[in-house]
């Protein structure tokens, strides 16, 4: 009838007005409270599985187990963990305080119980912005099927969450030899702490001895030979046996599992000179494990070392998104931040993160950001307080630093040519605050003669490790780019035949005042 035409009429018009008024109401809303109502990405944090065994020295295989579920997620589908250093630095807090600490929008806890070959696995996977518990489980298992369980557990999760799963969820779960699985937790716990690299090896060559299909032993025994590698070229030993070991077990993992990130990272890093090889590594290893934040870490150092900077920042924030608590990627953060002028978000970050990481790390981190934003008088008196486990072979630099940012603070040109004299014979220690102090003293002669002299080691191989051709690309250091020797240097380390070949230009070129323009030199090189 027309009457009640007009009565439903009148209900939509009256329930249009009220439709607009909320959209009014939102609108009107603060944009803080708007954020915080729209759905957050998922950000996962494993937390450290409680270990239900008495003692600890049981730990190592809930703490592996808490690992290997973190590479379960990485593996079957692209959402977002923590990494679990970060959740491991958290280990005694409650989860609020983890959440906020690590940004997570979800919590992935619980407990594991081991008697002999047989275990009792509870997990549960809290929604913290809605306070709840999405999903829970209690598995009973033995060692022998955690592969099996890692891979469900991490499955279940991604479905709770709605992700979308990879081709790898779809890949049945190997089955590892209960010893061996437990030789392999032991040396990756060791790995993870960085103690013992010798002992970690020595876990997983049982490991692989034991289970020779064992694809993420083989990258993890590869990832330990790599860190030795490291270790031996600081020391000035002979790093050529462990390169080989390395390379071995890397190849040997991507055999096993061609999607294996950890095995690509390694061979990237321990690639000698040739540039664009490591950079398809890099390529291959991120499409496996694309939130893998040790691969990103090491892709950042990378791109640096090439004159990427920007993709370079992009990448260690990406990581530290994941990974706000590891001292590498907080101590990289940071730097990358401060000497691109963010200093803001740089001191941010280095206020939260040094907590998390050791006396000399913090101590260190904090000069790096004074060096960067030139606070001279604050950089003089953060050096005159050294940390008391600080080796005495850094000493004569941080002195030498302390000296020279008095110096510049007071404007003391007298003493300016002296203070060249002796960062040019300095040789222990971080060289950026020699290529620093030089540049800006005018040197630009001497601080890339410090550039080369660190480059030349890298013909040893471990190409990430030990290259300092970065400093050569510091955004804050554009006049050591115009002195014609840099040139000559890019050219000399294949720098320019990188950029054609890959056709990925450094940040510079774009620079005023360039003496050259890098695509013309790039391709006159060629001919």
Same mark, same amino acid.
């Given at each position: ?39 957050? @990405? ?350 005495? @072979? ?134």
């Amino acid at each position: 009838t027309r009457i009640n035409r007009s009565l439903v009429l009148a209900g939509l018009a009256v329930l249009l007005v009220a439709l607009i008024g909320v959209g009014f109401a939102w609108i009107l809303r603060p944009q803080s409270q708007q954020a915080s109502l729209a759905r957050r @990405e998922p950000l996962i944090a494993v937390l450290p599985f409680r270990n239900l065994n008495a003692g600890a020295a049981s730990q190592y295989f809930s703490d592996g187990i808490t690992q290997e579920i973190v590479d379960a997620l990485l593996q079957v589908t692209d959402i977002r963990v923590a990494a679990p250093a970060s959740s491991f630095a958290l280990r005694n807090v409650g989860a609020a305080h983890t959440a906020k600490a690590l940004a997570a929008t979800h919590l992935l806890g619980g407990s594991v119980e081991r008697h002999g070959s047989d275990l009792r696995v509870v997990a549960q996977l809290t929604d913290m912005d809605g306070n709840r518990v999405v999903w829970s489980r209690i598995y009973r298992t033995t060692v022998a099927q955690t592969p099996s369980l890692q891979h469900h557990i991490a499955v279940q999760v991604a479905n709770a969450l709605d992700m979308r799963l990879s081709r790898q969820s779809l890949k049945e779960a190997v089955h590892i030899d209960p010893v061996a699985y437990d030789h392999y937790l032991r040396g990756r716990d060791l790995f993870r702490q960085r103690r013992s690299p010798s002992m970690a090896a020595e876990e997983l060559e049982t490991a692989v001895h034991l289970a020779p299909a064992f694809a993420r032993a083989w990258s993890t025994l590869a990832a330990v030979r790599y860190l030795e590698t490291a270790w031996d070229l600081e020391t000035g030993q002979n790093s050529t046996p462990m390169l080989n070991e390395a390379r071995s077990a890397a190849n040997r993992a991507l055999v096993l599992d061609p999607n294996n990130g950890e095995a690509f990272g390694v061979l990237a890093v321990i690639s000698q000179g040739n540039w664009l090889a490591v950079d398809h590594l890099f390529e291959r290893g991120l499409r496996a494990e694309p939130n893998n934040t040790q691969l990103l870490n090491w892709h950042h150092t990378f791109l640096g070392s090439v004159g990427r900077q920007r993709e370079a920042g992009d990448e260690i924030e990406r990581a530290y998104e994941m990974d706000r608590l590891n001292p590498a990627i907080v101590y990289n953060t940071v730097t990358s931040l401060a000497e691109r002028g963010a200093f803001e978000r740089a001191r941010q970050i280095l206020e939260v993160g040094s907590e998390y990481c050791s006396p000399e790390v913090a101590f260190e981190l904090r000069a790096q950001y004074l060096l960067a934003t030139r606070d001279w008088r604050g950089l003089a008196r953060h050096l005159n307080v050294l940390p008391p486990s600080l080796s005495q @072979e850094f000493v004569p630099l941080y002195r030498l630093a302390a000296e020279t940012s008095l110096a510049l603070d007071h404007n003391n040109t007298s003493e300016f040519a002296r203070l060249r004299t002796r960062w040019r014979a300095i040789r222990s220690g971080d060289r950026i605050y020699g290529v620093t102090f030089l540049t800006l003293f005018g040197d630009t002669k001497g601080a890339l003669g410090i550039i080369e002299t660190a480059f030349a080691p890298s013909k040893q191989g471990n190409i990430i490790a030990i290259t300092e051709s970065y400093a050569l690309f510091l955004t804050n250091l554009p006049a050591l780019r115009r002195d014609p020797a840099a040139r000559v240097l890019m050219a000399k380390w294949g720098l320019f035949d990188y950029w054609r070949a890959s056709n990925h230009w450094p940040d510079f070129c774009d620079e005023p005042g360039l003496p050259f323009d890098c695509k013309a030199e790039a391709y006159r090189l060629k001919t």
